[in-house]
């Protein structure tokens, strides 16, 4: 019998700070806490897929001169792009420009905790 992978299960970001990052996710993008979470990590309660930040893993470079997530497509679901994308504008969140239309629905990027670029679709 061969073993299969159904797909993504679980998806954590790394940072150095993870107070810092789990805040900026709660307070910009209205995510919250599960009731449990592992030591030096903030898991939210998101679903499909639960996400999380975390501390680096050992043997991870997060210094300064490392780009986080590099070559990482991460997409997140909104209700309502247009709006999250003026609400992080008006909170001074470095965003990539405006939504866009594409084939997921209205879409902009944005630089979240430690410069890790995220997607938003949706809405």
């Known amino acids: 019998m061969t073993a299969t992978v159904e797909g ?12 810092a990052a789990a805040a900026f996710f709660e307070e910009h993008l ?5 009731p ?6 903030v898991v939210f309660g998101t679903a499909p897929i639960p996400f999380a930040v975390r501390e680096p893993l050992p043997g991870t470079d997060l210094s300064a001169d490392a780009v986080p997530g590099l ?16 609400q992080l504008v008006a909170a001074g969140v470095d965003v990539a420009g405006p939504v866009q239309d594409s084939p997921f629905g209205p879409t902009f ?15």
């Open 109 to 123: 990027a944005f630089t979240g905790p430690e410069g890790y670029r995220l997607t938003v679709h949706g809405g």
């Open 71 to 86: 070559g990482v497509a991460l997409w997140l679901r909104t209700d309502d792009a247009h709006q999250l994308h003026a």
């Open 8 to 19: 993504p299960d679980f998806i954590a970001l790394q940072v150095t700070d993870v107070p």
């Open 30 to 34: 209205g995510l919250r806490r599960a």
């Open 36 to 41: 449990v979470s592992p030591p030096g990590a």
